[in-house]
């Protein structure tokens, strides 16, 4: 296709304009920063694997995320591991809050992303996007990379 032609221009500018206009509203969403979004590699004999990330709230009001999904995934669960009696268990979350110009982080013995049946066999290195829902009808895209959590727990160790 010539794109100089005024058909080629008749079907790519709404395009074009389209683009700029989801563009806008991509602004207009909650200010949720994801950081650091990965999950843990694990054996292809694993139904359930975990992803963790840094969620930073640099808006001025509370936000809660609902519901999380990912085509790699059956389905996607909100977790938290809490210790009682030197007994670590996990406890299903029906949302994560991040409060105004705070964080929520998700990592290896606290918050935490539960995912069940993989798909397909996701490696070090591979990605895999998530689609979060706020509690306020928004939505809003986050990649993962798949990582060796060995690696990244002595790496976290680092930061204390
Ligand atoms: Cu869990």
Redesign the pocket.
């Known amino acids: 296709m010539n794109i100089s032609s005024p058909k080629a221009l008749a079907i790519l500018l709404p395009i074009f304009l389209l683009a700029i206009f989801a563009g806008k509203t991509a602004q207009a969403e909650p200010a949720l920063v994801f950081e650091n979004v990965w999950i843990a590699e694990a054996p292809p004999v694993s139904k ?1 694997l ?1 992803a963790y990330m840094n969620i930073k709230n640099t808006g001025d009001e509370d936000q809660k995320l609902v519901s999380a999904r990912s085509d790699d995934f059956g389905s996607v ?1 909100f ?1 938290r ?1 809490v210790e009682k009696n030197g007994m670590a268990s ?1 406890q299903h979350q029906q949302f994560l809050s991040i409060p105004a110009g705070g964080s929520l982080t998700l990592k290896p013995g606290s918050y ?1 992303m ?1 995912l069940f049946n993989p798909v397909r066999q996701l490696r070090a290195g591979d990605e895999s996007s998530f689609q979060f829902q706020l509690e306020s009808g928004n939505s809003i895209n986050a990649t993962a990379v798949v990582k060796k959590a060995s690696a990244e727990d002595s790496h976290q160790h680092h930061h204390h």
């Open positions: 359930v975990a669960e977790h591991t996990m935490h539960m």
